[in-house]
């Protein structure tokens, strides 16, 4: 059964850079028919699309967020990695990773919770 | 970008009953919709792709329609489990996609 799992700091000070890394088990990141994928979620508020990555090392970034994110990843590790500059107190959510198929996001993280503050 | 709406923000239901919810899309995104079932402190659960397909493993009192920029989730006899956050995705420029805001089931 494949699981993927979120890590990394909780906290991360104003201007510095967020990074995270989702660990995927049960199955092959290298998988030809899923994108993967990172989603975040402000308290109280709805789920925002980072971006998603394809095992060729094809990215594709929210406009809205494609200055300060980069996103990569380890086929031998079976992992994939966010990383988003320039943090504020807006980018403090919780973060997801998930796996995206032709028809939705089918396998989810449980998600971590990162705070930027000082 | 594709926005997407959902109403009502907040919906009081009492188990048994039915619950209906809209999401509409600022422009057609086809078919290619989802919907989500989140519960606090966990992670969405897909439910719904393809605008009106159950995901594996979701019960048939789950039913969707729609095309296009209005959708419609329907739970015909709410269970207590089904109280929960409900939102739908547009991916019609996958592999980006873009969530509604969220409807909150309340009992």
């Known amino acids: 059964q494949l699981q993927l799992q979120e890590s990394g700091p909780g906290l991360v000070k104003p201007s510095e850079t967020l990074s995270l890394t989702c660990k995927v088990s049960g199955g092959s990141i290298t998988s030809n028919d899923h994108f993967w994928g990172w989603i975040r979620q402000p308290p109280g508020k709805g789920l925002e699309c980072i971006g998603s990555l394809y095992h060729s090392g094809s990215a594709y970034y929210n406009p809205s967020l494609k200055s300060r994110v980069v996103l990569s990843l380890d086929t031998s590790r079976d992992q994939f990695s966010l990383k988003l500059n320039s943090v504020t107190a807006a980018d403090t959510a919780v973060y997801f990773c998930?796996?995206?198929?032709?028809?939705?996001?089918?396998?989810w993280g449980q998600g971590t919770t990162v705070t930027v503050s000082s | 970008e594709i926005v997407m709406t959902q109403s009502p923000d907040t919906l009081s239901v009492s188990p048994g009953e039915r619950a209906t919810l809209s999401c509409r899309a600022s422009?057609?995104?086809?078919?290619?919709l989802a919907w989500y079932q989140q519960k606090p402190g966990q992670a969405p659960r897909l439910l719904i792709y393809g605008a009106s397909t159950r995901a594996t493993g979701v019960p048939a009192r789950f039913s969707a329609s729609g095309s296009g920029t209005e959708f419609t989730l329907t739970i015909s006899s709410l269970q207590s489990e089904d109280f929960a956050v409900y939102s739908c995705?547009?991916?019609?420029?996958?592999?980006?996609?873009?969530f509604g805001p969220g409807t909150k089931v309340n009992i």
């Open positions: 998930a796996r995206i198929t032709w028809d939705g996001l089918d396998v």
């Open positions: 995705q547009q991916y019609n420029n996958w592999p980006l996609f873009t």
């Open positions: 422009q057609s995104v086809n078919s290619n």
